[in-house]
């Protein structure tokens, strides 16, 4: 009786005036861990070096769901007299991070502010100037600092246009699902041939998602929580000969093919960072009555954030059970399907109760299933990109490609719109790889659709 009563009372509140109950429930959302992922790796390559280009580009080409970050130094000669822009640009276009790793890889520690501005701060804009002429349209919104030297001086000048800092070093180079980091002094496990194997890599990897044997570890290397972590890595050139700093190319793809054959998640620092860090505003957004259903809304945790964050997450079932009472509740025990809704697009779960939704909305309403939703339901088994069922998706698709106003926005995998195309096909010009495409059309609602090129 209580939760009916707290049920009734809150749906009533807002025209009502109900007193007796709040109309605002705390903590509706479950993010999903590491992007459904066991756990997730980071492999980072800095200093805008030709043979990151030349010899992993090949590599990554052949494992389109590895991506990493290639963090540039602005005044670097390859990027700005070889051609080294067209090279990362084509990095970008297949969905690869590219950050900032400062003007000219300088120790900034005891810098006055106007220095730091020109070294730090200037350079974001510098690389995403050179990768435009070299035909990508990117965001850059995370850092690394040179030589790992780091202050709050330093920190406060990176958090003006980027938000997120790797350091280096090879300790705390695992992170928790539900430990708020130091977003600006992120530590990570350093490649170096002459002291570490590729099997090293392997087995810290390993450990953040609970597979290593930890009674021949250090004592330090205790097994991760149920959600996994996530590793970071610093590495350099990509090189089979070179200095011990340089990875070679069979020792990057067999560190590669371990993580992806873990069912980790191979992503850029900034798209699992931008992830790991909406993950603490979602988790702790209120809802409140509005109309049929609950309005969640959020702010954004910092202005450099990504262009596109997509999350996974799940509806709290007490929150379900608060809400909805017992219409929540079918008379054989099941759940019925309750939707969420952004900018007027109905977004259903899968088969587990997760829902996609765009953290870059700063809401998402939920509410139940209605009648006029029945024709959007996805079939069991059968939930795709436009999040309603297959015929209907497919007639929606079909009215979108015969309008000529239809506008095609092309993303990479880390949310950064690379430019337009016609249809919802890549032109062979680009890359190969994954993209997204978002056909927009003033009559009909958007239809985003993921492509293997």
């Given at each position: 009786m209580e939760r009916k009563f707290f049920h009734s009372c809150a749906k009533i509140a807002v025209t009502l005036g109900c007193v007796t109950a709040p109309n605002t429930i705390a903590a509706p959302l479950e993010t999903i861990p590491w992007n459904g992922h066991i756990g997730a790796v980071s492999l980072t390559f800095d200093d805008a070096l030709e043979n990151q280009v030349l010899n992993l580009k090949p590599i990554l080409d052949e494992m389109p769901e590895a991506h990493v970050t290639f963090f540039l130094t602005g005044s670097s000669y390859y990027l700005i007299n070889q051609g080294g822009n067209k090279g990362f640009a084509s990095l970008a276009l297949a969905g690869h991070e590219i950050g900032n790793h400062s003007l000219s890889h300088g120790n900034y520690v005891g810098m006055k502010q106007a220095e730091l501005v020109d070294e730090i701060i200037t350079p974001a804009d510098t690389i995403e100037a050179l990768i435009k002429a070299g035909g990508a349209n990117i965001k850059v919104s995370a850092f690394a600092t040179p030589y790992c030297a780091n202050d709050d001086e330093i920190s406060a000048a990176i958090s003006q246009r980027h938000f997120i800092n790797r350091d280096c070093g090879d300790w705390g180079y695992r992170h928790s699902w539900n430990k708020e980091p130091n977003w600006f002094k992120f530590s990570a496990l350093g490649w170096d041939r002459g002291t570490k194997t590729p099997e090293d890599l392997m087995v810290a990897m390993d450990t953040c998602i609970g597979n290593a044997d930890f009674s021949g570890l250090n004592p330090w290397e205790t097994p991760p929580g149920p959600e996994g972590e996530w590793m970071i890595v610093l590495h350099h050139?990509?090189?089979?000969?070179?200095?011990?700093?340089?990875?070679?190319?069979?020792?990057?793809?067999?560190?590669?093919?371990?993580?992806?054959?873990?069912?980790?998640?191979?992503?850029?620092?900034?798209?699992?960072?931008?992830?790991?860090?909406?993950?603490?505003?979602?988790?702790?957004?209120?809802?409140?009555?509005?109309?049929?259903?609950?309005?969640?809304?959020?702010?954004?945790?910092?202005?450099?954030?990504?262009?596109?964050?997509?999350?996974?997450?799940?509806?709290?079932?007490?929150?379900?059970?608060?809400?909805?009472?017992?219409?929540?509740?079918?008379?054989?025990?099941?759940?019925?399907?309750i939707v969420m809704e952004q900018k007027g697009k109905v977004i259903w779960p899968d088969s587990k109760g997760v829902y996609d939704i765009e953290f870059n909305e700063l809401s998402v309403t939920i509410r139940l299933e209605t009648a006029a939703d029945s024709?959007?339901?996805?079939?069991?088994?059968?939930?795709?990109?436009?999040?309603?069922?297959?015929?209907?998706?497919?007639?929606?698709?079909?009215?979108?490609?015969?309008?000529?106003?239809?506008?095609?926005?092309?993303?990479?995998?880390?949310?950064?719109?690379?430019?337009?195309?016609?249809?919802?096909?890549?032109?062979?010009?680009?890359?190969?790889?994954?993209y997204i495409i978002r056909g927009e059309n003033p009559d009909f609602p958007p239809v985003t659709q993921q492509v293997r090129h």
């Open positions: 050139g990509v090189a089979d000969e070179g200095d011990n700093m340089s990875v070679s190319t069979a020792d990057i793809r067999k560190i590669l093919q371990h993580a992806l054959d873990n069912k980790m998640w191979v992503a850029g620092f900034g798209t699992v960072g931008a992830y790991f860090k909406a993950h603490f505003t979602l988790d702790s957004a209120t809802a409140i009555s509005d109309g049929d259903g609950y309005k969640i809304s959020w702010e954004m945790p910092h202005p450099q954030m990504p262009q596109s964050i997509p999350m996974k997450v799940k509806i709290q079932s007490d929150f379900l059970s608060q809400a909805f009472g017992d219409i929540a509740i079918r008379t054989d025990g099941s759940q019925p399907r024709s959007s339901r996805p079939e069991e088994g059968q939930e795709n990109d436009t999040g309603i069922a297959p015929r209907a998706a497919a007639r929606l698709k079909a009215m979108l490609m015969a309008d000529p106003r239809t506008v095609y926005t092309v993303f990479d995998l880390n949310g950064n719109r690379l430019g337009y195309t016609d249809s919802f096909g890549i032109p062979e010009s680009m890359p190969r790889g994954i």
